[in-house]
Nanobody, 127 residues
Framework: QVQLVESGGGLVQAGESLRLACTAS????????MGWFRQAPGKEREFVAA????????YYSDSVKGRFTISRDNAQSTMYLQMNNLKSEDTAVYYC????????????????????WGQGTQVTASS
């Protein structure tokens, strides 16, 4: 059974940084794309970033490009999201996710393509 556990959320001032981590278990971590999504109160879930199985390919939403960096350590079965220059509009619950299938493509932006989800971690950036 695949399990994803996020950590690292918290309350920061706008302009500060946080690093989220997602630790996976239950299958070979290095074989699968991983993604970060977020959901703010009253809003739909949105794509944040994705990384291919090897880490060679990444994709970001326009709203976080240049501020957030996604990475992974396959030896530790862990994915990261470094978030710099946080803004109040980044406030949300952040989820890590992974698909059942392998591969990489534009589909990584769609939450519907992901089968396994973590429980989420709250990120709050106050202005």
């Amino acid at each position: 059974q695949v399990q994803l556990v996020e950590s690292g959320g918290g309350l920061v001032q706008a302009g500060e940084s946080l690093r989220l981590a997602c630790t996976a278990s239950g299958r070979t971590f290095s074989g699968y794309t991983m993604g970060w999504f977020r959901q703010a109160p009253g809003k739909e879930r949105e794509f944040v970033a994705a990384i291919s199985s090897t880490g060679h390919n990444t994709y970001y939403s326009d709203s976080v490009k240049g501020r957030f960096t996604i990475s992974r350590d396959n030896a530790q079965s862990t994915m990261y999201l470094q978030m710099n220059n946080l803004k109040s509009e980044d406030t949300a619950v952040y989820y890590c996710a992974s698909p059942r299938a392998t591969g990489w493509g534009l589909w990584v932006r769609s939450g519907n393509e992901y089968d396994y989800w973590g429980q989420g971690t709250q990120v709050t950036a106050s202005s």
